[in-house]
């Protein structure tokens, strides 16, 4: 079987980094999904919806223009939320509102949900899993929080932290997938290509 092109639908920089520290050198093509339209509450059903809508746009995007490969084209869309206490938080709009979030989750437990999509194009297949991974932050204090905040870091991630950043000093521990963390779960992404057909090394 043809092996297609692997197309990130993300302008995630951790993303890209995890696929290339395992071989893949994905073309990054930032779906720029308006995720404000999107109301759901469950964080499962929630992260998985915006990481279809976010490879279909860029699938259908590449079909309307009839861009050159398009039809040997893997599309992989990703999406991240934070659950602590039944609240769901994406990325932090502003530094008060990640102060006020790490006052809040620090000492506790809080679920990372990431949503992965991928749509073959060759196969015109369509997958969407989710996984989650139980993050326990440490009970830092304001001063750490207020520093840790002025670094600018937590106001680009979901849950506002990156555990592969300065964040990874305020994690005690995580229990399942790590690199799900980080916002794209390697082993969910070997079991889904293996789904389709292919074998990682395909993209290597």
């Given at each position: 079987m043809e092996t297609p092109t692997f197309i990130l639908a993300s302008s995630s920089p951790a993303r890209r980094r995890l696929l290339e520290t395992v071989g893949i050198n994905p073309i990054v093509l930032p779906s720029n999904f308006d995720e404000s339209t999107v109301k759901l509450t469950q964080p499962r059903e929630l992260v998985e919806t915006l990481a279809q809508a976010k490879a279909e746009t860029i699938a259908n995007s590449l079909i309307k223009e009839n861009l050159s490969g398009k039809s040997s084209s893997l599309i992989l869309g990703c999406d991240s939320v934070l659950v602590i206490e039944d609240e769901i938080y994406g990325k932090p709009a502003d530094a008060k509102e990640a102060i006020a979030?790490?006052?809040?989750?620090?000492?506790?437990?809080?679920?990372l949900y990431t949503g992965h999509a991928l749509i073959d194009l060759i196969q015109n297949k369509t997958l969407v899993l989710c996984r989650m991974t139980k993050v326990h932050f440490a009970p830092i204090n304001d001063q750490e929080i207020e520093d840790y905040v002025a670094t600018g870091e937590p106001l680009k991630c979901a849950g506002g932290f990156a555990i592969e950043g300065k964040g990874g000093l305020f994690i005690e521990k995580i229990k399942g997938c790590h690199t799900n963390v980080i916002g794209l779960s390697l082993p969910l992404l070997r079991v889904m290509l293996n789904s389709l057909g292919y074998q990682v090394s395909n993209f290597y």
């Open positions: 979030r790490w006052q809040k989750m620090r000492g506790k437990m809080g679920k």
